[in-house]
């Protein structure tokens, strides 16, 4: 009989011996993947999924000052996001094992935002909306945090991320315009975690409530634009390793 030692021993070899014939599947946002190999010549599968962070101040604190390679995806206002890789074997873009963001200088609210806390749930009327949230809404836009979106809208950050937009005039922003990039989340590779964000040019609809029946044209309009960008979009990161123009997700109106 097998000594416990001698059974994880055992276990532990296998999977050096492990041979990749196909991925099956990524999943989780591509946190888990599927793949279907051999060991010994017998059929295997094995499921690769990344752990969670350790949570010790003295691995956390090493972090951001070990890292092998670090690439700028983008910056706007005080945001900023990365591809990073933490292990020095073969650091390279494809390989990165980080995707990270990074806010500075970050607020009181950003600290809130991001920290630990309960859920609750909020049954808004339309006296609520306009006594305190309306208000709230509009003192958060008087202090500069939607301007990160404005600077998109006008054209002065990420320019080059934008895959699609109606034409643009600065002088007079369109009722009707609207523009599509990738949302800051997504590290630009993984199509399973592809996030879009749609930024409206017009200044007057501040949420769902201000959307009224004769603006269902509109929405139709960019719902129809934003499927057909979608499909082109990642039809061309699948394909852009074969070297596919960029101008391919450009030219869609």
């Not at 983008?74 to 494809?94: R, T």
């Not at 054209?155 to 609207?178: C, H, M, Q, W």
């Amino acid at each position: 009989m097998s000594t416990q030692a001698e059974t994880k021993a055992k276990a532990e070899a296998l999977v050096p011996k492990f041979k990749l014939e196909k991925l099956l599947n990524q999943d989780q946002a591509g946190r888990r993947t599927s793949l279907l190999g051999t060991i010994d010549s017998l059929p295997t599968l094995l499921i690769l999924e990344r752990a969670p962070f350790p949570s010790s101040p003295e691995y956390l604190s090493s972090v951001p000052t070990t890292l092998q390679t670090l690439k700028n995806l983008g910056a706007n206002d005080i945001y900023h996001w990365y591809l990073a890789n933490s292990s020095a074997q073969n650091p390279s873009d494809e390989t990165a094992d980080l995707k990270i963001n990074l806010i500075h200088p970050c607020t009181e609210k950003h600290v809130k935002k991001y920290s630990k806390q309960g859920v609750r749930l909020v049954s808004e009327t339309p006296q609520t909306y306009l006594e305190h949230v309306r208000p709230y809404m509009q003192a958060q836009r008087d202090a500069g945090r939607l301007n990160w979106v404005f600077n998109i809208i006008e054209g002065k950050k990420e320019v080059e991320d934008v895959i699609y937009r109606t034409p643009f005039d600065a002088a007079s922003l369109n009722e009707e315009g609207f523009l599509l990039l990738p949302d800051l989340n997504w590290d630009r590779q993984t199509l399973d975690a592809l996030h879009l964000l749609g930024l409206v040019e017009r200044r007057d609809i501040w949420s769902l409530r201000d959307l009224k029946k004769r603006h269902i044209p509109w929405l139709n309009h960019m719902k129809e634009n934003r499927h057909i960008t979608t499909f082109t979009f990642t039809s061309f990161t699948y394909n852009s390793r074969r070297a596919l123009p960029r101008r391919r997700v450009r030219r869609l109106d």
